[in-house]
């Protein structure tokens, strides 16, 4: 069993920079109420918080206890960024805590433990029960598997499913034939079928697609990016420091009594057409790096209403929702609230027109929500350019991550 490690509590102190408030990148911070407060960024670290500029050249300073994420452009990363930035031989290696690294895996003496070197050098040892996938690319939530077996994805497409009993340099798969032995070089993706957990701390995301959970860090208004992790992974040597050479993303603070998630990492649980329609477009995701997060907007082409779980211990939803106002547009949106009696909840409802085209939700979840939905009705005029977006998707949630 791994011991988990305590972060340190951080305190305030605020830092001055020269450079012009105006000349800085946008980033957002979250706090509890949901709503993204647009700001110039200074610079953020685990003891001094973050330091920001209004529009008018105002330092702000947010202690760290005092907001829950930190967030940068949209666009500033992509799975297909991060993936066509080559590094030799290096695999993201997904947890069950959520941290996602990029590293090569070395050889190991224990077939139960995957040793794998950062770039930089450092070597970190990850009992198999810790982690959840090893891929080339970052994953598609839809492509960390659900079934209940564990899963290899061959280069050549090939997929086999079974029991992973050994993983490094080679994998060990147990199946109803046997046992068969794939070289790592041939493996596109594995999936291991161990359960999420729930771990409070501070997470960086990074640009290069990793998430790390540390016990301090420091960005400034360059990127420049220094932390220290927290991680027993790193148990075997000195605590190291990692000065990377990639920005900084996202800052996400998870705290054991709450925490603030994107419930649209996941793919929808129901899509189903509205008005007198039998069949509709899928939804079509948008990547960018909204809380880190490889979705970050959703549009749906047509009249649909398209259904998310959600933990059952979740209090709030805020989101932004536009129709295209460049086009001719005239449709009844709504978001409703699912609970575990199955009883929907209408929580949001307004006539999407051109002149009209978005606007922020932020609304409290009932009790037991398990689901909440957005649906799209055909307008006035019937369901020509219905189309309508949902993007910055965020939820509170109070406790650790249940799923009903």
């Given at each position: 069993?791994?011991?988990r490690?305590?972060?340190?509590?951080?305190?305030?102190?605020?830092?001055?920079s020269?450079?012009?408030?105006?000349s800085?990148?946008?980033c957002?911070?979250i706090t509890?109420?949901?709503?993204?407060?647009?700001m110039?960024?200074g610079s953020?670290?685990?003891?001094?918080?973050i330091t920001?500029?209004d529009?008018d050249g105002?330092?702000?300073?947010?202690e760290?206890?005092?907001?829950y994420?930190?967030?940068?452009s949209?666009?500033?990363w992509?799975?297909s960024?991060?993936?066509?930035r080559?590094?030799?031989g290096?695999?993201?290696i997904?947890l069950?805590d959520g941290?996602?690294?990029?590293?090569?895996?070395?050889?190991?003496?224990?077939p139960?433990?995957?040793?794998?070197?950062?770039?930089?050098?450092?070597r970190a040892s990850?009992?198999i029960?810790?982690?959840?996938?090893i891929?080339?690319?970052?994953?598609e939530?839809a492509q960390?598997s659900?079934?209940?077996?564990?899963?290899l994805?061959l280069?050549?497409?090939d997929?086999l499913t079974?029991?992973?009993v050994e993983?490094?340099t080679t994998f060990t798969?147990?199946t109803p034939?046997?046992?068969?032995?794939?070289?790592?070089?041939?493996?596109?993706?594995?999936?291991?079928?161990?359960?999420?957990?729930?771990?409070?701390?501070t997470?960086?995301h990074?640009?290069?697609?990793?998430?790390?959970?540390?016990?301090s860090?420091a960005?400034?208004?360059?990127?420049?990016?220094?932390l220290?992790?927290?991680?027993?992974?790193y148990?075997?040597q000195?605590?190291?420091?990692f000065?990377?050479?990639?920005?900084?993303?996202?800052?996400?603070?998870?705290?054991?009594?709450?925490?603030?998630?994107?419930?649209m990492?996941?793919?929808p649980?129901?899509?189903?057409?509205?008005?007198d329609?039998?069949w509709?477009?899928?939804?079509?995701?948008?990547?960018?790096s909204w809380?880190?997060?490889e979705?970050?907007?959703?549009?749906l082409?047509?009249p649909?209403?398209?259904?998310w779980?959600?933990?059952?211990n979740?209090t709030?939803?805020s989101?932004?929702?536009?129709?295209?106002w460049?086009?001719?547009t005239d449709?009844?949106?709504?978001?409703?609230?699912?609970?575990a009696d199955?009883?929907?909840?209408t929580l949001?409802s307004?006539?999407?027109?051109p002149?009209?085209?978005m606007?922020?939700?932020?609304?409290?979840?009932?009790t037991?929500?398990?689901?909440i939905?957005?649906?799209?009705?055909?307008?006035?005029y019937?369901?020509?350019?219905?189309?309508?977006?949902?993007?910055?998707?965020?939820l509170?949630?109070?406790g650790s991550?249940q799923?009903q």
């Amino acid at each position: 069993m791994i011991t988990r490690t305590t972060l340190l509590i951080l305190s305030l102190v605020i830092l001055v920079s020269p450079v012009t408030a105006q000349s800085r990148e946008w980033c957002y911070i979250i706090t509890d109420n949901l709503q993204p407060i647009p700001m110039h960024f200074g610079s953020v670290n685990s003891a001094n918080g973050i330091t920001a500029f209004d529009r008018d050249g105002q330092q702000h300073a947010f202690e760290p206890d005092s907001y829950y994420a930190l967030s940068f452009s949209q666009t500033r990363w992509s799975p297909s960024t991060a993936g066509s930035r080559e590094l030799a031989g290096t695999l993201f290696i997904g947890l069950t805590d959520g941290q996602r690294i990029r590293a090569s895996i070395q050889p190991s003496d224990d077939p139960e433990t995957l040793v794998v070197e950062r770039k930089d050098g450092i070597r970190a040892s990850l009992p198999i029960d810790r982690i959840r996938y090893i891929a080339r690319t970052v994953p598609e939530p839809a492509q960390q598997s659900t079934a209940s077996d564990d899963t290899l994805v061959l280069t050549n497409g090939d997929i086999l499913t079974g029991f992973l009993v050994e993983i490094g340099t080679t994998f060990t798969i147990e199946t109803p034939t046997g046992n068969l032995v794939i070289p790592v070089d041939r493996i596109e993706r594995a999936t291991i079928q161990n359960p999420p957990v729930h771990t409070p701390g501070t997470y960086i995301h990074t640009t290069q697609g990793e998430r790390l959970r540390v016990q301090s860090f420091a960005a400034d208004s360059e990127h420049n990016l220094t932390l220290t992790p927290s991680d027993p992974m790193y148990a075997q040597q000195p605590t190291p420091l990692f000065s990377l050479d990639y920005g900084l993303l996202a800052v996400e603070y998870k705290r054991a009594e709450s925490y603030i998630t994107n419930p649209m990492l996941a793919d929808p649980i129901r899509i189903t057409p509205t008005g007198d329609r039998s069949w509709t477009r899928s939804p079509i995701t948008e990547h960018g790096s909204w809380m880190g997060a490889e979705r970050t907007t959703i549009e749906l082409p047509a009249p649909v209403a398209v259904r998310w779980s959600v933990p059952h211990n979740a209090t709030k939803f805020s989101a932004a929702v536009n129709a295209d106002w460049r086009l001719w547009t005239d449709n009844e949106s709504s978001l409703l609230a699912i609970t575990a009696d199955g009883s929907e909840h209408t929580l949001w409802s307004m006539r999407m027109k051109p002149e009209t085209p978005m606007v922020d939700i932020l609304v409290d979840l009932p009790t037991n929500t398990t689901a909440i939905e957005l649906r799209v009705e055909p307008g006035e005029y019937g369901p020509i350019q219905d189309r309508v977006w949902l993007r910055s998707t965020l939820l509170f949630v109070e406790g650790s991550p249940q799923f009903q």
